[in-house]
RNA sequence: GCGGACGUGGCGAAACCGGUAGACGCAAGGGACUUAAAAUCCCUCGGCCUUUCGGCUGUGCGGGUUCGACUCCCGCCGUCCGCACCA
């Protein structure tokens, strides 16, 4: 009988009905047995799901099923990241309300995940736009303000004074904003802050505890939260050089980091929002446009930095502190910032890239103070290329000699001891380039602050049994600026304390709070009457395996990690760390197609025709040709997309996760092709057939383990065991490529072994291998194409569900050999293999590996210097 | 600009702690089955040389360490990602 064809689509929703009504992957908190918690990145609704997703949740699910199979207990939700601004954005084009927008899209993408048949346990789903979950968030942050976490002040932003709207630095497109076109402002505004740095420290030395992180994120949270030791100095201000009517101070702070340098000073700098700057630029228009146009840069740092070092020479003189007859010009710099150290520094040109590259420019001169060890004092010069390692001390007065390091000290102690206006003119600084976490968005769909502006009684909290303050449903977003603002009643409320007309906050929170303890509310969903219940969060927290794209690998861990200690300090967790173990997946890839005069098409109407020349492409309709572009991240503007509904339609959600799996290492790119598809395709009509014919060969009831096996059903045997062994490894090193590699060995060694089969009744021994075997085949594929396994798993005649079968046991003594083949190299270059018995010891090795023909003829009669054995590996000949 | 990664056949890749480079898959070519197509199965497949046996060469480029280097070290080149209001 010729097995038919596998139906993926009637199978797949047959099983996904079956989970459902079983409830075979929801999660009790009362269960007993070990847990483990395998958590992805949630989604933001955007519409519809990608093939990013795809991959990131194809990954987390073959973890959670695995995992569950080996006896665990397995919490494995998902939920929306469901504030944001594309919701509004979408309200102003298509006049939807971004409630309805969003949910309408969180309706979509469910049924979309749902189709792909993830172990996900829907009952604990959350959204972080339902009031259920923000009421919480506004609490913890009433927690956090009792707490002392929450700080207000002023910070910088783009202002678009068109669309009366701040903008995020993405849409500042060339100084300009992109909506409106106007030409941005930076503003200052009064917001609300997290004090993310008061756990810089605790941050940067838990890095050492997550072992379980890739090195790349910690190496990028290390540099971000960028601690560095240095030295805060005051410079003197020349009176005499100050233009009249500027309102100069007597003197000005800096930090540098390089105090050693100090003697090849040549300048000091300060931001263009620098007090300095402003009070010099009062008498100077040419200054004030300067600092008009630095600010037009925006209030990216990339943009700041990419920019040409520009400086305005401000006329102000500074006097050096170990020399009072010289003289600093002060200079407005585009490349400093405010927001790090003081906003000050002092320029050495010889040793820092960025201020030799501004010296350049301005012409001040050069003088080197560290030598490198291997130049000559006399003669060593700088140019273009900054010197920035250890040496010596030159040119540096009582520092000649000394290390940088010898110097910094020195300058350090020297300067702690000189007066400056009745204080020590320079101070250890230890300093951190993390920023407190600005989260006030001027945005109406985001979580309300909880504050109430009093006139009297100042920033009134909002009272606990207040909680929660609602989001207005009516709103308009036919004006600019903050719908929330202009609402006519929203804001008016009375004062909690006082009783007289107050204004609520209309500031919402940055959506990253909302992604901050998501994670953490998981764990117990439903609970109305706090954030999180203590008992059962610290039970499953931390979360084992965290999975999602590298680009959060920064903001949104590093906020999460200051969040759970936050949570802490208030009592809504027991731990400081939110994730154990962390995964970062690389993104999904296509091919760009594009036509003669530009026009990006997308994939699904391209036809690809190859032969020996090569790939062409062509237009589906009409016939066109059509040219291939380079590889790049799927993206709506270049079209290269690819949907997943119709991937799933087409192959079948198993095929799309196996694909997703199989070629590329997890961590890198994927390039999705839709030859890759068919090969996945057919991989799965291929285990389809091969479990058919296993089931015909063993043919109803199974044989009971046999005392003895023939070679052939051993081979099987090991086959089946070895590959299970390697896909166990495999899944706990999330090596889903390699993996797959390995369940495809088992495939053809079983084919093959089916092919080999000539007689129909067939003996014990060899049926009892194929069933094992067989069985072992479905289980290792069962996490990655589980409808398909399922079905696998019932032609084999199971009454069960694989989703709820235990994993098989691996016996390792059938994968240990007596004999192995190792081989053998004369001066490194392999020549030959040999077969010996696994234990056989070092000298056995050597004759049996010197008496090969071919490693003899190699030889050729020269001296053998050296014979290398390492033991099970390789034998080395050295002549 | 600063920070982080990556680079191996026609393509995606594998190679465990420095020990057989190219497992596994895709594409391609040849063959079997078929009236034909699809599906399926078998064979070949880094490059150069050789009738065969086999030999040489080869992991972005240039050096180095080592009996032995994709792997370690130094110096380049190229590509990608993040940079604080996108999520």
């Known amino acids: ?420 206006h009745g204080r020590p003119q320079g101070k250890r600084q230890v300093n951190y380039k993390l920023r407190d976490w600005g989260i006030s968005r001027q945005r109406y769909w985001g979580c309300p602050i909880p504050i109430i502006h009093c006139e009297a009684c100042g920033a009134v909290p909002v009272p606990e049994k207040d909680l929660p303050v609602e989001l207005p449903a009516d709103v308009s977003f036919d004006a600019p600026g903050n719908p929330l603002d202009r609402h006519p009643t929203w804001k008016h409320v009375a004062c909690p304390s006082c009783g007289r007309p107050a204004r609520r906050e209309t500031d919402t929170m940055d959506t990253f709070v909302d992604s901050s303890w998501y994670f953490a509310r998981f764990t117990d969903p439903k609970n109305e009457r706090a954030p999180t219940t203590p008992a059962i969060v610290n039970r499953w927290m931390p979360v084992d395996l965290y999975i999602g794209g590298v680009e959060h690998a920064i903001l949104h861990l590093l906020y999460s990690r200051f969040f759970v200690r936050a949570m802490r300090r208030c009592g809504h967790i027991g731990m400081d760390e939110p994730f154990a173990g962390m995964f970062t997946q690389g993104m999904v890839v296509h091919e760009t197609y594009r036509t003669r005069n530009g026009e990006w098409i997308a994939p699904a109407d391209v036809k690809i025709e190859s032969g020996p020349e090569g790939r062409k492409a062509f237009l589906i309709d009409g016939g066109a040709p059509i040219e291939i572009g380079p590889i790049e991240k799927m993206s709506k503007s270049k079209r290269n997309t690819v949907d997943p509904d119709d991937i799933i339609q087409t192959y079948g959600a198993d095929t799309a996760r196996w694909f997703m799996l199989s070629d590329s290492p997890p961590d890198r790119d994927v390039i999705w092709s839709e030859a890759g598809v068919q090969g996945a395709g057919r991989q799965a009509q291929r285990l389809w057939r091969l479990a058919c014919e296993i089931e015909r060969i063993v043919g109803g009831a199974r044989p009971a383990m046999p005392a003895a096996f023939s070679e052939k059903a051993l081979e099987i045997r090991r086959a089946a065991h070895g590959a299970l062994a390697r896909v166990e490894d495999d899944i706990e090193k999330l090596r889903f490529n390699v993996c797959i590699a390995a369940i495809y060995e088992l495939g053809n060694a079983l084919a093959a072994a089916v092919g080999a089969i000539d007689a129909t009744p067939v003996a014990d021994d060899l049926r009892f291998a194929f069933a094992e075997a067989g069985d072992i085949l479905v289980q290792l594929f069962a996490p990655m194409m589980p409808h398909l396994a399922e079905e696998c798993w019932e032609v084999l005649g199971h009454d069960g569900l694989v989703s709820e079968a235990p994993w098989p046991v691996c016996d390792r003594e059938l994968i240990v050999t007596d004999t192995i083949t190792i081989p053998v190299q004369v001066n490194g270059r392999k020549c030959a293999d040999l077969t010996i018995e696994r234990d056989a010891d070092e000298e056995a090795v050597k004759a049996a590996a010197l008496a090969l023909d071919a490693v003899r003829r190699r030889i050729d009669n020269k001296p053998v210097k050296k014979v290398i054995v390492v033991p099970q590996r390789i034998v080395n000949v050295v002549v």
């Open 1 to 420: 009988m010729r097995p038919e064809r596998y139906n993926a689509r009637e199978a797949e929703q047959k099983w996904q009905k079956i989970w459902a009504e079983r409830g075979t992957f929801t999660t009790r908190n009362d269960d007993p047995r070990p847990h483990y918690y395998v958590l992805e990145m949630f989604p933001y609704p955007s519409g519809r799901i990608h093939m990013g997703h795809v991959r990131n949740y194809a990954m987390g699910d073959v973890v959670a099923r695995y995992k569950r199979a080996r006896g665990f207990n397995v919490l494995h939700p998902m939920g929306w990241d469901a504030f944001g601004l594309p919701a509004e954005n979408a309200a102003m084009q298509s006049k939807l309300h971004p409630a309805k927008w969003t949910y309408a899209n969180i309706d979509t993408m469910r049924a979309q995940l749902q189709s792909m048949g993830l172990s996900l346990d829907w009952s604990r789903e959350v959204a972080t736009c339902d009031v259920s979950y923000y009421k919480h968030q506004q609490k913890l942050f009433l927690d956090f303000l009792a707490a002392g976490l929450v700080a207000r002040k002023k910070s910088k932003v783009n202002w678009d004074p068109v669309d009366q709207t701040v903008l995020a630095n993405e849409q500042v497109i060339d100084g300009r904003g992109w909506r409106s076109g106007a030409v941005v402002e930076q503003r200052d505004l009064t917001q609300w802050f997290f004090k993310i740095t008061d756990y810089a420290e605790d941050l940067l030395n838990a890095l050492d505890t997550l072992d379980r992180w890739p090195e790349k994120v910690r190496l990028m949270q290390h540099n971000w939260i960028g601690k560095s030791e240095g030295l805060l100095v005051r410079f003197a201000v020349d009176r005499a050089s100050v233009p009249k009517g500027v309102e100069a101070a007597d003197e000005y702070e800096i930090y540098t980091t390089r105090p050693d340098t100090l003697f090849g000073a040549k300048f000091m700098a300060v931001a263009p929002d620098h007090p300095l700057a402003a009070a010099a630029a009062a008498r100077d228009q040419k200054l004030a446009a300067f600092i008009e146009e630095c600010k037009r840069i925006g209030t990216s740092i990339a943009a700041i930095e990419t920019a040409e070092k520009k400086g305005y020479d401000t006329g102000i003189k500074v006097v050096h502190p170990f020399d009072p007859n010289w003289r600093l010009p002060v200079y407005v710099a585009n490349f400093v910032l405010m927001e790090y150290g003081t906003g000050a520094i002092f320029g050495c040109p010889a040793h820092d890239q960025r201020d030799l590259d501004f010296v350049n420019a301005y012409v001040l001169g050069v003088t080197p103070v560290v030598c490198p060890p291997d130049a000559d004092p006399a003669t060593f010069t700088v140019t273009d290329k900054a010197y920035d390692g250890d040496g010596r001390m030159i040119n540096s007065r009582f520092l000649d000699g000394m290390t940088p390091k010898e110097a910094f000290d020195e300058v350090a102690r020297r300067l702690a001891a000189q007066m400056l």
